[in-house]
Every structure is written in C-alpha cells, then in structure tokens.
C-alpha cells in the first residue's frame, strides 16, 4: 500500500523555538495531505488540510500564523510550529488521501513534539 | 451539527467476540472508515463501507446501516493485540472524515 512518512518522529524543544515536521508520500502523489494533533487519551483534531500548491485551510480555532503549513510539491507537505509553548506539546500526525480514491487516508508515522 | 458517538472504552476476553458501535450525523455521507490507533503510534485503516451490509476481512468485520446512521466493528477471535483504540470516522458530502473519540478496547486474558 501507499506509504506516508513523517519526520521526525521525536522532537524536544525549548519555548520559544520554532519545530519543523515534514511529511512525505514514498510511493504516490498527494495533492492533498491533512495535518491533525491528538493529546493523550483523546481523538484525532483535524488543524489543516494543505493543498499542493495552494494555501492550507484551517480548521476554526486553529492559529494559521502558529502553525505554518507549506505544500510545496505532490509529495512534500510540511509544518511548522512557530514559538511553540508548553501547551503545544502534543502528537501531530499527516495523513495524505489518493487521487480519485475512495478517500482512504494514508498516515504518516506521527511526530511527539515535547515543548520544554 | 455533525457528531460521532462511540463507546469510551470496552473489555473483552482474550477469544472472544467484540462489537464496537458507531453511530453518526453528518451533512451528506460518502463513506464510513474504522481505524484502529495503538498507543502512541498513528492510525491503521481497518474498513471503509458506503453501502448497507457487513464486510468482511478475515477476523475483522465492519457493517453500515446508512438509514440508521449506524456501523459496527465485529473483532472476532480477540487477541491481545487487538487491545489499542478504535477510530470511527465518518466522510460528509465535502469529503471531509469527521472523527468520532474513539473506543479504547481492553482485552484480559
């Protein structure tokens, strides 16, 4: 099957930093990937479907100039945490969809991001 | 508004069989998914339906009923690593998944 993957899978960082998460399809093209964040013991919270090539959207409540989303090309789509604070520290994860598929996502490995 | 209702968490017993339920409200339906979640790692598509009836993947089952907005999960011959969370999400007209909280399934020997 298609594979989706993230990186890093962990990252550590001091307040006030910024952390950049990648996310890649291997084996197919996405023109479109979704970003999601999940705290412990909680579901998935979708934060921004990225159109290759155009602005992401963001979901209501969901700071667009904190978390920077560029889709630069079909098989790259990246966030970035901007000033990121304790309380950003959760597991984001990307997903991408095929073209003209049933919708089945794909997902990447997941990134835990520990703000210090 | 649109919502997905499943049970917070449920335990069975290393053999048996489990349902995991899922009822939904969406604006338009193009399609139900169930995803199984480990702790700490990303989710695992199990199942996608969109028309009425059960599927049916090895110990694995999924059924829909689109006029009750209704699906289960059917986990049969339950091993101990079927324990993790299982992810009912819903497509509306938009094609957007709509996520229930997920079903954290406690499986005892």
């Known amino acids: 099957g298609a594979v989706v993957s993230q990186h890093p899978s962990w990252v550590i960082c001091k307040s006030g930093t910024s952390v950049k998460i990648e996310c890649r399809s291997l084996?197919?093209?996405?023109?479109?990937m979704f970003w999601y964040r999940q705290f412990p013991k909680q579901s998935l919270m979708l934060m921004a479907t990225?159109?290759?090539?155009?602005?992401?959207?963001?979901e209501q409540g969901v700071e667009k100039d904190k978390f920077l989303i560029n889709h630069a090309s079909l098989t790259l789509s990246t966030l970035t945490v901007t000033s990121a604070h304790p309380e950003d520290s959760s597991f984001y994860i990307c997903s991408a969809k095929l073209a003209g598929d049933t919708g089945e996502l794909f997902f990447g490995e997941g990134s835990r991001l520990t703000v210090l | 508004g649109q919502n997905i209702d499943q049970p917070t968490e449920m335990t069975a017993t290393e053999g048996a069989i489990v349902q995991i339920n899922c009822t939904y409200q969406t604006s338009g339906f193009n399609g139900l998914f169930w995803y199984q979640q480990h702790a700490g790692e990303a989710p695992t598509f199990l199942s996608y339906?969109?028309l009425d009836g059960l599927e049916e993947k090895g110990r694995f089952s999924s059924f829909l009923s689109r006029s009750k907005g209704y699906s289960y999960l059917l986990l049969k011959e339950l091993q101990m690593k079927d324990s993790a969370s299982y992810l009912c999400a819903a497509m509306d007209s938009n094609y957007q998944l709509i996520w229930g909280a997920g079903t954290k399934l406690i499986i005892k020997p």
């Open positions: 084996d197919f093209q996405a023109t479109t």
């Open positions: 339906n969109v």
């Open positions: 990225s159109n290759e090539g155009s602005k992401a959207t963001y």
